[in-house]
Structures are given as structure tokens and as C-alpha cells.
């Protein structure tokens, strides 16, 4: 690879990418537009790589793009563009690359032969006609023909190295990762499905199983199932058993019949068995939409016991506004099903108040047979953020939370429109469906 023929001309300090990444980005008047995630480059058979924009991340999580042409400065802490955005969800080229999903940790190979190399960080540069450059990478020595120079880091040329433009060698997701490691797991889950297809299964599979989990919960159909079906049956069956069982339940479905048998057998029996029994419903039923898995109480117990189950971390937010109060046994098919204690009115009584003296009994849930239509209705008409599901004996099966409904109720494809496209396809379903909810 040859450097361009015209000079590079620095403008101010090189511009480490990694540094670069979570700027924030102004317009013109000072008013902030969103973080920078990532850098695009076009990768040359000849000459410099060329950065072509940036990642840009705005209001609502969206990923958009910014050209180059329309960036004023890069100062230290900010990025300021001309103010001109186009709020479109950002999608990759097939000519683009980019820097922090895609390079970042790559084992290129040195072309003196002297060992291989990982990628910890890249500067880009101005030139005098104000494009913008790959002009370093900042390395490590992973494998040295000198035992001594391994692990040392480095500033080299773009042009001392092969394989920039394609992996050749497992790759580590370390950097992108630490970049993630706050993010929420739909924002994760966002980053992925920008990736491209091979680089989205590397990084999944770096991701602990709890992450992991949650992040696939967030992810398409498609995207889903091509990183669960990429492991091992071992970790993927580990990937269900943490997962809500709704939504691993959605996950198996959407798997071939031999392939989804095979993952259930290898699931723990207890976690396979809720699953089993979700299968057993219409996927658009209360049935098919509940978790087995909501809080559940006896009515002798108090409030600072339902406060502190409530407080667990693996509980959803929507599910932890209702507790449902049951005879024993609590564990779903439960004794007789009571009412439900709402969050709010258990933060207003005493820590050693009972949950039967404050039971909204009114709330008599549904049967898992009873369609989705009837399930949006009861969330909307008692404000509520779950509905417990129960049978004819009045024995607890579970609840369906207002996010597996609405997941249920948007278009398949709803995180990868937008919202005028997400607000048509809702309308169409809306009509096919007879004008239910």
C-alpha cells in the first residue's frame, strides 16, 4: 500500500480515534446534536485509508451518519459540523469500514516479517486540501521473531502491515467492548446490527452470557438467531437458561423444529420445562406472551419483603410495578391467585404492613388463551404495566408486561425503520388485524 501522492498537512495534533469516540458533536450556534460511536473509512488498494465520517449517535438512540464535508473541527472534547444532519439510520456501505466495530484488536501480520501486530488505536489527519487520513496505527506486538519486543507498542505506517483490508485471524472485540460496557442492551444490541455479519458473531460471542442474553432479546429476528445458532450447543443453551422465559420461548420458535429440540434437552430441565409450556400457546395468546417468572408473594408477607424482591436486579422494571400475591405454592402453577400489590401503593405503607391488607383484588388477570387484543386493552384501561394470566381454578401461570406487547405489536422489523416506516407498518397491522389493538 502506497502513501497519497500529496502531502499530509496536520491540523492542530493527530486525532486518536479511540480518544475520539463518545465526543460530543455541536451545530454551529453551540446547541449538541449527540456522541460520536464510531469513525468510516474507505480502505484503499492504494494510498491512504480515507475517513469518509462519522458515527454519530442522537436523541431517541439513533445511529446517523455525518459526512466529513460536513465537519468544521475537531477540537479537543467536541466535534463541530455545519449543522446539516440527516437523521436517517445510519447503514454501512459496502465499501465502508468501520474503524472502532470493525478494526480495533484485528492481528495484522508486519511486512518486514519481524511478527504480528494488534491494532490498539488509529490517528487520522488532515491534508492540505482538507481530507481526512489514516496516517498511523497504533500497535502492539502480540508474536515477535525477538522474544523481547513482544508486547511492546508502537506508531507505524499504515503500508507496514497486511491484511487491513480483510481479518485473517481470530479477532478480539476488547476495545469495542469497553466502549459498550455502560451501554444499555438495546444500545448494544444497536451496535451489532450495524456490524457486519461475520464481526456482529465475533463480538457476540465475546459478550458474557448475561449480556449476552439480554442483548439478544433486543436484537431482530434474523440477527438473533444467526449469532444464538453460531455457538456452541453448550453456551447457546446457557444463553436460554438466563434469558426471560418468554423471551427464550420467542427464540426456540423461531428455530428449526431438530435444532430447537436439541437446545431445549440441553437446557436445565426446570428452565426447559417453562419454556415447553410456553410453546403450548398461541404466540399471540396471554399464554404465548407471559413470563413464568413474575414476582410472586404470599399474602403474610409484608411490605419489606415485597420491597426487597422487587429490588432485584433481573427483574424488569415492568414487571417489578406489580407483585402478584398468591397461596402457595408461589412458584407458577401457583395456589390460588389473590390480587396484586402495585408498587406504588406498598411504597406508601409501613415496612411491616401485609400484603393481603393492601391487595387490589379487582385485578382478576386473564386466560392464557385470550389474544393480545384483549391483553392491550386491560394494560390501557387500568393503567397497568403487567397483567397476571391465570387459569380456570384460579391458579397464577404467569403475566404478560406491556414490552412483550408492544414488541408484539410493532412491526417485525420496527428497530431497524424508522418512525414514519415503523408508524405505517403499525397502521397496516393495525387494519389487517380488523382494527383491534
Request: charged share 25%; with cysteine; net charge negative.
Amino acid at each position: 500500500m502506497e502513501h497519497a501522492k500529496h502531502s499530509i498537512k496536520p491540523v492542530g495534533s493527530r486525532i486518536f480515534i479511540g480518544k475520539l469516540a463518545g465526543t460530543r458533536v455541536f451545530d454551529p450556534v453551540g446547541d449538541e446534536i449527540g456522541r460520536v460511536t464510531d469513525v468510516i473509512i474507505v480502505l484503499r488498494f492504494t494510498g491512504l485509508p480515507t475517513v469518509v465520517g462519522l458515527v454519530v449517535e442522537v436523541a431517541g438512540h439513533r445511529r446517523v451518519f455525518v459526512p466529513v464535508t460536513r465537519i468544521v473541527a475537531i477540537q479537543p472534547g467536541q466535534v463541530i459540523t455545519t449543522g446539516l444532519v440527516n437523521i436517517r439510520q445510519f447503514q454501512q456501505r459496502v465499501a465502508e469500514t468501520m474503524v472502532m466495530g470493525e478494526l480495533m484488536d484485528r492481528v495484522l501480520a508486519m511486512r518486514d516479517g519481524s511478527g504480528d501486530v494488534k491494532i490498539q488505536d488509529m490517528c487520522m489527519e488532515q491534508d492540505d486540501r482538507r481530507d481526512w487520513y489514516i496516517t498511523k496505527l497504533y500497535v502492539q506486538r502480540v508474536t515477535s521473531a525477538l522474544a523481547l519486543s513482544r508486547g511492546e507498542t508502537m506508531l507505524i505506517d499504515p503500508a507496514e502491515v497486511t491484511h487491513l483490508r480483510k481479518s485473517v485471524l481470530p479477532q478480539e472485540a476488547t476495545t469495542l467492548l469497553a466502549q459498550l460496557e455502560d451501554a444499555k442492551a438495546a444500545d448494544v444490541a444497536d451496535v451489532l446490527a450495524d456490524l457486519p455479519e461475520e464481526r456482529r458473531l465475533e463480538v457476540a460471542a465475546q459478550l458474557g452470557d448475561e449480556r449476552l442474553a439480554d442483548v439478544l432479546e433486543e436484537l431482530g429476528q434474523e440477527d438473533r438467531v444467526a449469532i444464538l445458532t453460531s455457538l456452541d450447543v453448550a453456551r447457546a443453551a446457557d444463553i436460554l437458561d438466563v434469558m426471560q422465559p418468554d423471551d427464550a420461548t420467542d427464540l426456540v420458535n423461531e428455530l428449526p423444529e431438530k435444532q430447537a429440540q436439541i437446545l431445549l434437552a440441553e437446557m436445565e430441565p426446570e428452565e426447559a420445562a417453562d419454556v415447553r409450556r410456553l410453546m403450548a400457546y398461541g404466540e399471540r395468546t396471554a399464554g404465548g406472551l407471559m413470563t413464568t417468572t413474575p414476582v410472586i408473594l404470599p399474602p403474610d408477607a409484608d411490605v419489606a419483603t415485597l420491597l426487597a424482591h422487587v429490588r432485584r436486579k433481573d427483574i424488569p422494571p415492568a414487571l417489578a410495578a406489580l407483585v402478584c400475591v398468591c397461596r402457595p405454592p408461589t412458584e407458577t402453577p401457583t395456589g390460588r391467585f389473590l390480587g396484586a400489590v402495585h408498587i406504588q401503593k406498598a411504597l406508601r405503607e409501613p415496612p411491616q404492613t401485609l400484603l393481603g391488607q393492601i391487595l387490589d383484588d379487582d385485578l382478576k388477570g386473564v386466560d392464557p388463551t385470550a389474544g393480545i387484543g384483549t391483553v392491550t386493552r386491560l394494560l390501557a384501561t387500568y393503567n397497568l404495566t403487567a397483567v397476571p394470566v391465570v387459569d380456570e381454578n384460579r391458579h397464577l401461570l404467569g403475566a404478560v408486561s406491556v414490552d412483550d406487547v408492544l414488541d408484539h405489536l410493532l412491526p417485525e422489523d420496527w428497530r431497524d425503520a424508522d418512525e414514519e416506516e415503523t408508524d405505517l407498518a403499525m397502521e397496516r397491522e393495525r387494519i389487517e388485524d380488523g382494527g383491534q389493538a
